[in-house]
């Protein structure tokens, strides 16, 4: 396949994956969701994405490493149309995986350093066990926009956190996506010294009459 890399799958360049696209009941047998053990084998479970990544493709990659007995995959993106088509990936999977397993995924975001001193995203995907979603109609809810602060948001997002309450963020848009990954991982590093984390559950939402967002699941877990 092309794009198929040493360092892990790098999907930046929408055209590798869309060429190997299939109807979903014929899927090329090199396509990735089905050759990812060779690379897992090398120690390669990177995928990067890009502005034109293929949500629907990632996400059968990630539903395929989720039912296999591997760890999902880690999804690198820099800038904010690359981090929505990755969450949007995510969200996909989880729905492909409510299809057919008691297995669901969660994305820990977190920072990682650019040779030219800025950052990028890194969102690895761990397994979890499918629950109900008791709890969720108390969970706080938060809204974020393209010109929303993401440290503000860190900070509202902490603090909940810290009273261990569960939250829903929600957003439409690449850039107001964006902000609300930058701010989980933010987050992230503001409660580490405190033995909590995040995990996040993304999915699309229907708002304004027929708009599609994505929502944002946290939850808090001791570490």
Same mark, same amino acid.
């Given at each position: 396949?092309? !794009?198929?890399?040493?360092? !892990?799958?790098?999907?930046? /360049? /929408? &055209?590798? &994956?869309?060429?190997?696209?299939?109807?979903? &009941?014929?899927?090329?047998?090199?396509?990735m #969701?089905h050759?990812?053990?060779?690379? =897992?084998?090398?120690?390669?479970n990177?995928t990067?994405? !890009?502005?034109s #990544?293929?949500?629907? /493709?990632?996400?059968?990659? =990630?539903?395929?490493?989720? @039912?296999?007995? *591997?760890?999902?995959?880690?999804?690198?993106?820099?800038?904010?149309?690359?981090?929505n088509?990755?969450?949007?990936?995510?969200?996909?999977?989880?729905?492909?995986?409510?299809?057919s397993?008691?297995?669901d995924i969660?994305?820990?975001?977190?920072?990682?350093?650019l040779?030219?001193?800025?950052?990028?995203?890194?969102?690895p995907i761990r397994?979890?066990? @499918?629950?109900? @979603?008791s709890g969720e109609?108390?969970a706080?809810?938060?809204?974020?926009?393209?010109?929303?602060?993401?440290? +503000? $948001?860190?900070?509202?997002? #902490?603090?909940?956190?810290?009273?261990?309450? @569960?939250?829903? *963020?929600?957003?439409?848009?690449?850039s107001?996506i964006?902000?609300?990954?930058k701010? =989980?991982a933010?987050?992230?590093?503001?409660?580490?010294d405190?033995? =909590?984390? $995040?995990?996040?559950k993304?999915e699309f939402?229907?708002?304004?009459?027929? +708009?599609t967002?994505?929502?944002m699941?946290?939850?808090?877990?001791?570490t």
């Amino acid at each position: 396949m092309q !794009g198929y890399q040493e360092t !892990g799958y790098d999907i930046t /360049d /929408d &055209s590798a &994956s869309g060429a190997m696209q299939q109807s979903d &009941s014929k899927r090329a047998s090199n396509h990735m #969701s089905h050759t990812f053990y060779d690379r =897992i084998a090398r120690g390669n479970n990177l995928t990067k994405m !890009g502005n034109s #990544s293929n949500p629907r /493709d990632v996400a059968m990659l =990630i539903a395929a490493q989720a @039912r296999a007995p *591997v760890d999902c995959p880690t999804l690198q993106c820099i800038g904010p149309q690359a981090t929505n088509q990755a969450v949007k990936a995510i969200a996909i999977a989880r729905t492909f995986l409510k299809e057919s397993s008691s297995t669901d995924i969660c994305v820990q975001p977190e920072f990682f350093q650019l040779e030219d001193g800025h950052t990028g995203l890194l969102l690895p995907i761990r397994k979890k066990m @499918r629950r109900s @979603r008791s709890g969720e109609d108390e969970a706080q809810s938060l809204k974020a926009a393209s010109g929303t602060d993401a440290k +503000v $948001l860190a900070g509202a997002i #902490s603090s909940f956190a810290r009273e261990g309450r @569960r939250m829903v *963020v929600t957003g439409i848009g690449a850039s107001a996506i964006n902000q609300v990954v930058k701010a =989980i991982a933010i987050a992230r590093k503001n409660i580490e010294d405190e033995a =909590i984390d $995040l995990t996040c559950k993304p999915e699309f939402t229907e708002v304004n009459e027929g +708009v599609t967002a994505l929502r944002m699941l946290l939850l808090v877990e001791q570490t």
